[in-house]
């Protein structure tokens, strides 16, 4: 059974920055894609990035673009969310999910989540 644990999210102002870790445990990592995805109060999960087995990386919205960056460490399991210049629109629970295939955009193709951390941007 594969599980996915998120880690390092907080309070964060305007601005700063915060780093997410997802802990990939019950398989080795190498050979799934892991994506990052946010959800807010009555709105729909979204896809912030996704990495590749192969390493290739992926950006969803715009609005990440230039200020998120994902990387995957296979030796230790785990995957980064470093998030810089944070605004308060990027406030939300914050998921790591897995699947086999190439990267997605649908939450509903990924096969395992985790609990979720919480990102909150605020003065």
């Known amino acids: 059974q594969l599980r996915l644990v998120e880690s390092g999210g907080g309070l964060a102002q305007p601005g700063g920055s915060l780093r997410l870790s997802c802990a990939f445990s019950?398989?080795?990592?190498?050979?799934?894609?892991i994506g990052w995805f946010r959800q807010v109060p009555g709105k729909e999960r979204e896809a912030v990035s996704c990495?590749?087995?192969?390493?290739?990386?992926?950006y969803f919205p715009d609005s990440v673009k230039g200020r998120f960056t994902i990387s995957r460490d296979n030796a230790k399991n785990t995957v980064a969310l470093d998030m810089s210049n944070l605004t308060p629109e990027d406030t939300g629970i914050y998921y790591c999910?897995?699947?086999?295939?190439?990267?997605?955009?649908?939450?509903?193709?990924?096969?395992?989540w985790g609990q979720g951390t919480q990102v909150t941007v605020s003065s």
């Open positions: 999910a897995s699947r086999l295939a190439g990267c997605s955009s649908d939450s509903t193709t990924y096969n395992y």
């Open positions: 990495i590749r087995a192969s390493g290739r990386l992926i």
């Open positions: 019950g398989n080795t990592l190498d050979a799934y894609v």
